[in-house]
């Protein structure tokens, strides 16, 4: 199965850009996609970025306008940049992986242990 490890995340002032990083590691065929959550305490977590390798992007409307996200299939690495950073932007910002394991199997929702994003004034 995948392991997710995010990286990058930490505190930035407010107006600044951030990018960070995820790794996919272990057990798998392919990667079919990957995407960037975001979550507060109380509230659901909420889309940020989504890519299908060799494919599509779709972003969250969140940071719609001020994120971008990268896939490098290669590498098994997703990078996502925001930048314009506020206040609202402070949360644990997590990557989401779907994946084909190495029977070929589809399997949906691998996460991240997540990473701290704060963003002071």
């Known amino acids: 199965q995948v392991q997710l490890v995010e990286s990058g995340g930490g505190l930035v002032q407010a107006g600044g850009s951030l990018r960070l990083s995820c790794t996919a590691s272990?057990?798998?065929?392919?990667?079919?996609?990957m995407a960037w959550y975001r979550q507060v305490p109380d509230k659901r977590r909420e889309l940020i970025a989504h890519?299908?390798?060799?494919?599509?992007?779709t972003y969250g409307d969140s940071a719609k306008g001020r994120s971008t996200i990268a896939l490098n299939n290669a590498k098994d690495t997703v990078d996502l940049q925001l930048n314009d950073l506020d206040y609202d932007d402070t949360a644990v910002y997590y990557c989401?992986?779907?994946?084909?394991?190495?029977?070929?199997?589809?399997?949906?929702?691998?996460w991240g242990p997540g990473t701290q994003v704060t963003v002071s004034s």
């Open positions: 890519i299908i390798s060799g494919g599509s992007i």
């Open positions: 272990g057990s798998f065929s392919r990667i079919y996609s």
């Open positions: 989401n992986a779907d994946y084909y394991d190495t029977a070929g199997f589809f399997t949906r929702d691998a």
